[in-house]
């Protein structure tokens, strides 16, 4: 099951990579979000959480800002908006975890 979750991540960044540069198709949207939350099912564990978390917020906010880079912003914002499709079903799957865990306690 470990490994399918790091395939997953693996995969799922490829996709993002070449959906922002050669194809964007809103079923790749789709694609993301499954994989991101096989992702926080299968590979972010109970000390992971807080690292994840934080560095996926900071992804989020600064996904929009990345346009201002003359010439490559473009690809790079549509890169990056795709990293953000895929962590944000992870980022979910993750909280939830999370919330469970601090409520059982």
Known sequence: MGQMGKWAFIVGFVICVVAGLLIAEPWMYWVLAVLG???????????????FLL??????LSATSVMAIPVVGMAVTAIVSNV?????AAVLVVSLKSLFEVAKD
């Open 37 to 51: 939350l096989i992702v926080g099912f299968m590979n972010i564990t109970g000390e992971e959480t807080k690292t």
């Open 55 to 60: 560095a996926a917020i900071g992804l989020m």
């Open 84 to 88: 953000v499709a895929f962590i944000a």
